[in-house]
């Protein structure tokens, strides 16, 4: 079992950053893959971010070159960096966990862009 927190969220101003953390209750090196996604409201649930235990990263087009997913010192821990942020980031964010066959969700941060 993998439990995740996410923390870091909150309200910005447009082109403003955030950078938000993912606290995972084991090393994420024997996580097969974590991931930052997204849901706005009336929207579906998005991948934004994607890191392999290998360190291979994939993004979202849209917030390619702007955010930025790595893991902390520790290895317990996933960031989200954001840059530049737009009202469109506007999101519930959550933390993904991927373990075999099973998944692992934290209870997600808000973050808010105003403009």
């Known amino acids: 079992q993998v439990q995740l927190v996410e923390s870091g969220g909150g309200l910005v101003q447009a082109g403003g950053s955030l950078r938000l953390s993912c606290a995972a209750s084991r090393s994420i090196f024997s996580i097969n893959a974590m991931a930052w996604y997204r849901q706005a409201p009336g929207k579906q649930r998005e991948l934004v971010a994607r890191m392999y235990s290998g360190g291979t990263r994939n993004y979202l087009d849209s917030v390619k070159g702007r955010f930025t997913i790595s893991r902390g010192n520790a290895k317990n821990t996933v960031y989200l960096q954001m840059n530049s942020l737009k009202p469109e980031d506007t999101a519930l964010y959550y933390c993904?966990?991927?373990?075999?066959?099973?998944?692992?969700w934290g209870q997600g941060t808000q973050v808010t862009v105003s403009s």
């Open positions: 993904n966990a991927r373990l075999g066959e099973n998944n692992y």
